[in-house]
Nanobody, 120 residues
Framework: QVQLVESGGGLVQAGGSLRLSCAASGRTFSRYAMGWFRQRPGKERELVAA?????GSPYYADSVKGRFTISRDNAVYLQMNSLKPEDTAVYHC????????????????WGQGTQVTVSS
């Protein structure tokens, strides 16, 4: 079993920064591709960033490119800089056991999410 728990969300002013963490357990976790999703009110779930188990081939949505950075060691992180009010969302990390495309389209495990609120 793989369990994912996000942390690091909170309230921040526009232009500020937050660092989200995704703590994972499970024997095969280190070889899973990982993604960060966000769910904004009234919008579809969006893949924000993804990374291979090796830490290579990072993917970023156009909306966050240049502002967010995904990384991993024994946990997965999303460094969010220059935050905007439109970044307000619940952020989830997810693990893809067997990606067949890049970025992965299907994910096998999901965290419960952490709230990020950016004020103007």
């Amino acid at each position: 079993q793989v369990q994912l728990v996000e942390s690091g969300g909170g309230l921040v002013q526009a232009g500020g920064s937050l660092r989200l963490s995704c703590a994972a357990s499970g024997r095969t976790f280190s070889r899973y591709a990982m993604g960060w999703f966000r769910q904004r009110p009234g919008k579809e779930r969006e893949l924000v960033a993804a990374i291979l188990w090796s830490g290579g081939s990072p993917y970023y949505a156009d909306s966050v490119k240049g502002r967010f950075t995904i990384s991993r060691d024994n946990a997965v992180y999303l460094q969010m800089n220059s935050l905007k009010p439109e970044d307000t969302a619940v952020y989830h990390c997810a693990a893809a056991r067997r990606p067949n495309s890049w970025p992965p389209q299907e994910y096998d495990y999901w965290g419960q999410g952490t709230q990020v609120t950016v004020s103007s």
